[in-house]
Every structure is written in C-alpha cells, then in structure tokens.
C-alpha cells in the first residue's frame, strides 16, 4: 500500500487526478478502522493532515464553509451557537480522541448511513465543496448520497470543505445506540425549523441504505405549526408528525437493532425533538 503525502492542495488534487483510487485520510477514524478489521486494503492512502488550509473555517453571506480538516471538537467549541444541530450530533461521535481527529468531511467520505452528522446536515440543506483539477462543483447534500457507503464524488475529486447555513430557528438532534457512549447509532434523526420561510428540514440516519429526509413528513408540520401565533402543537399533530417520519425509513434488521424497533424508535425522536424545537421557539 503506497503512502502519499502532498504538502498542498493543489498538489494533492493533481495525485488524486493521477492516482483516482487512492482513499483520502485526514482523521483515519474511519478508514483505518477498516483497514485493522481487514475489511478493505486500499491500493495508496492519500493523506491530507499537511494541508493547512483544510483546517480553517471561514463564514460567507450567512453559510459557514467548513474546511475538510475541521474536527468535531473544532467544530462543537467554534461553531456550536451557529450550527446547534450539527453540534448536538459532534458530540455524540466516539470518545474525546475521535471527536479530536474526525471530521464532517471524513464522515461525508464514509457516507455510511449511520454516520452522526448526516441527520443534521441534511436537515440544514448544506452542500458539499468538491474539487478536482478540472474545477469545483458544488454537491447538495440530498443528491451526495448514493448508496450504502457511496457518494456522488468522481474517482478524481476531493471534498474540500461543507457549506452549512447558519441556523435560522431551533435546530435538535436524537441519537438511539445500544449504549450511552462511542456507539453506532440503531437510528439517528434530526429536525430544524426555518421561521423566516415557514419550513421544516428533516434528516434520518441508520434507517436506510442511505441518509434521507422525510420531505411528507416536513411540508405536513410545515403547514400545521402555528408560526405567528406560537401556539403548542396538537397532540394529532404530533403523532402524525412522527408516523410520516417513520414512514420515510426502510430500515433492516442487524445486530444493532431490529427494522420494527427502528421505525417505533425514529417516531418517538421526531415526536420529541418536534417538542423541544417548538418549545426553545415559542420561548424566543
């Protein structure tokens, strides 16, 4: 296995055009997990650790562009107040040493249906910065996801760094694993509420081959809450609210949890987090 380590972007984009089936590594908390499992050799690792300019962050006409090589610890103490669902889901990731080394853009490469940070990113609408040396393209997040463990990247590009909007209204995430701590999750949601244009975002983890949202789900609630007048949401509401979530999965059952306690599962978190979004909103 070929270890290749460029020192700049440019350079790193220009191996990845040269060597398309090299796997990226910034934190490696995913690949070489991998690797020590013996799940999969890749034929060159292509690190990125030297690059740093991945590592910033920057805010840009009310989205945040954060760098590939942000950490999740970066990213909960930096970016918390702005981005409150994404942070909730960092936190939850590994131990304090994973959170340390991984990252969003690691998590986006995995593309693995119970990575923590897709609920919330798919919930915000974000994008993905990919980059070639043919150009940029910009990815929205529910066109990235394009199977088990895929995504919409070609052979030769990167991801530089993930667009976020910066919240406009409460944003929750709810993470259900068979323990407390540095554990996959059985099922993962997350909602957020948009005031300023009357819309939900939705996003549902590890109850589907891929990362998904409920759009029924998020245009029913969109079209109930009371957004002037912040009135409490009806229970019929609610409930309905939660059934058209569960109804969006197409779980499977694993060793982590069977497809009829996923679905029960994803109702009761969007029942909840509905009720803590609305509460935090009639209380502004």
Known sequence: MDFLRPTTWAEALAVKAERPEATPIQGGTDVMVEINLDKGRPAALLDLNPIAELRDWTSEDGWLR????VSYTR??????????GLAQASRTVGSPQIRNRGTVAGNLGAASPAGDSHPPLLASDAIVEAESVRGVRMIRIGDFYTGV???????DELIRAVRVPYADGPQY???IGTRNAMV???CSFAIA???????VGTGIGSAAPTPRRAIEAEEFLAGELDWAGRSAVPPETVRRFGELVAQAASPIDDVRGSRDYRVH???VMARRTLGWAWTEYRGT
């Open 173 to 175: 995430f709810s993470k």
């Open 265 to 267: 599962a994803l109702a």
């Open 66 to 69: 954060i760098g590939a090589g």
């Open 75 to 84: 990213l909960i103490d930096e970016l918390g107040s702005w981005l409150p």
């Open 184 to 186: 996959i999750a059985v």
């Open 193 to 199: 509420l948009h005031p300023g244009r009357r819309a």
């Open 149 to 155: 463990k895929r995504n919409a990247l070609e052979p």
